[in-house]
């Protein structure tokens, strides 16, 4: 194949833990489209994978939920090309993109309180409104 894959400083997935099928392709490809496995299927065991740690396990988890399969490896296609060796360099790609999303710790919400001001602005809003609405009520005849 082509090596471990390098996602950044400090973290190399190894080659061992990347498995990857050529099946045949839809789309372009002229008469050569039903003789030649050019579409790529690259599976990663990330729950089994030494190379990354629990909390990243878990954002990836989430990350590539709808990419995941029965087994929970995620499972990357590429069928960009008509080659196959720039199709499973491309799903390199996307899994690699995927995995440093995972890395990248979120930063913590901190929740925002309204100012004075806001809160003024909001309410003298609902009272206009409120204004606006009793106006467009009907308008009962008095038997006077």
């Known amino acids: ?3 471990d894959l390098v996602i950044g400083p400090g973290v190399v997935i190894p080659e061992s ?3 990857w099928s050529a099946v045949r392709s839809s789309g372009p490809g002229g ?3 039903n003789k ?3 579409k790529i299927e690259l599976r990663f065991a990330f729950e089994r994978s030494s ?3 629990a909390p990243v396990k878990a954002r990836l988890r989430a990350i590539a939920a709808t990419r995941l399969d029965a087994l929970g490896s995620i499972r990357i296609v590429s069928q960009a090309t008509r080659d196959r060796p720039k199709n499973l360099e491309n799903a390199r790609h996307k899994l690699a993109a ?3 999303a995972a890395l990248a710790v979120p930063k913590r919400r901190l929740p925002s309180v309204p100012t004075f001001g806001s809160r003024q602005r909001r309410l003298e809003q609902k009272q206009r409104q409120a204004r606006k609405k009793q106006t467009r009520s009907r308008v009962r005849a008095d038997d006077g």
């Open 98 to 100: 995927l995995v440093r």
């Open 1 to 3: 194949m082509l090596g």
């Open 31 to 33: 008469q050569n489209v």
């Open 17 to 19: 833990e990347l498995e």
């Open 51 to 53: 190379a990354l740690a």
């Open 36 to 38: 030649v496995s050019s």
